[in-house]
């Protein structure tokens, strides 16, 4: 989150503070966040991670923080964003294919239990 042009999004919800009274006291729990960055190749954004408490998923959350992140990379003139996601993360994979991402290549061995990664991009500035 410190690098040059990362950014961090957070989704938050008012939770009860331990009672569940009317008028009890809430706090503020984050239940999900992306972080993506700009500027490691010009014109590329980059979404390093994205995650949704379980509670709270299917529900559209991820949707939103997606496109608040893709539309903050297209104001900072990023005409595309790539993503990695493990090969065997099925949920993860037909998520980002509903917002328009295509399968690009795969990494072997990218992540560190040897699992391969599959490089997702997808355009977003018209040409």
Do not use: W
């Amino acid at each position: 989150m410190r690098r040059p042009g990362s950014f961090t999004l957070v989704a938050e919800s008012a939770m009860p503070n331990g009672a569940d009274s009317p008028g009890a006291a809430h706090q503020l729990t984050t239940v999900g966040f992306i972080v993506a960055e700009t500027g490691r190749r010009r014109g590329l954004g980059h979404i390093i991670t994205i995650d949704v408490l379980p509670s709270v998923r299917r529900v559209g959350l991820g949707s939103h923080l997606l496109a608040s992140a893709e539309s903050r990379l297209k104001s900072a003139n990023c005409e595309g964003v790539l993503l990695e996601v493990a090969v065997n993360n099925g949920s993860a994979i037909a998520f980002y294919k509903r917002h328009k991402y295509d399968v690009l290549r795969t990494i072997p061995h990218y992540y560190a239990d040897g699992v391969d990664a599959l490089v997702l991009g997808k355009r977003l500035a018209e040409r």
